[in-house]
């Protein structure tokens, strides 16, 4: 029998937090019939077997090779029965009844393309950075690394953030994050899925830009909530890797080769200064989007 929603989790040494993600829906997803499908991208390790002891109703996908965080959730939605799809990080805290909210929402909106409701940091009071945003250009790349980070969030009835929405509960935007990011299966399989090209990060806002040019409108559902952790897989150095690898294939994709090269010249000077920094002060000399 088909569930209203399947719930990816794509596991790399997480099973800890993957185990409390799971109580966490178990105990708040009490309306709706699902299915909890983790795609365990550690080939070499035990977290799906440690996961399977304690949950013995979850269905656990074991990957051949860690392909990186698209893969892993293209992996699970091959197997998910679900009419939407939900693709959460393990590292994803579930407080209320909004991920209930989400899938009423967006069966109800049929020009929603990705859909994702606040993300607050662990304090549970301070927005994560970078959950939701336009797409890169030039002007945001430039911004992006003058002031170090992006706002994460400032007003939420602001013109430049509703834009297009005449409802107070949501507004759209360009691209929301794939840390918990709902999207009907239907739609989700027509638009090609995560391109696995990219490793970590910018294929949220690669799906995003997809869906936006197939018609339909990403938003953020300002009535439900959910907190992220963040990024409990990988280090920084191997995070700022990742994303700089990804921006490159990322606009060499939606802009082409002479766009790319007039980035990477704008994006030259905060490397060497990352480069060139003392350890001590790294960090806060270039702030990358956490958004995995």
Known sequence: MDKELSIITVDYKSSDFTGNLI???????????YEIIVVDND???????????????????KAK????????????????????LLFLNPDIKVVDDSIEKMLDFIS??????ALICLLYQRDAKTFQRHFFGRF???????????????????????????????????FYSDMVSGAAMMVKREIF????????????????????????????????????????????SSTSLEKKKFY????????????????TILMKILRAPYILLQILSPPATRTSCISVPVRR
């Open 244 to 259: 700089y690898k990804s921006q490159n294939y990322y606009w060499q994709k939606h802009y082409g080769r002479f766009l």
């Open 136 to 170: 890169q250009n030039l002007l945001t790349v430039l911004l992006r690394r003058q002031a170090g980070r992006l706002p994460a969030i400032s007003d939420l009835s602001s013109s430049s953030l509703t834009r297009g929405s005449t409802n107070s509960n949501f």
């Open 189 to 232: 399989e027509r638009t090609g899925g995560f391109d696995e090209n990219f490793f970590m990060y910018f294929e949220d806002e690669d799906l995003c830009r997809r869906l936006s040019d197939s018609g339909y409108k990403n938003a953020v559902l300002s009535t439900a909530r959910l907190i992220h952790y963040e990024g409990q």
């Open 108 to 113: 109800k909106h049929a020009e929603i393309g």
């Open 23 to 33: 109580a966490d829906l178990e105990k708040h997803l009490t309306g709706v019939s």
């Open 43 to 61: 080939p070499d390790g035990g977290g799906a077997k440690k996961i399977k002891k304690t949950q013995r109703k979850i269905k656990i996908i």
């Open 65 to 84: 090779e860690n392909r990186g965080f698209g893969a892993g959730n293209n992996l699970g939605a091959k197997s998910a029965k679900g009419k939407y």
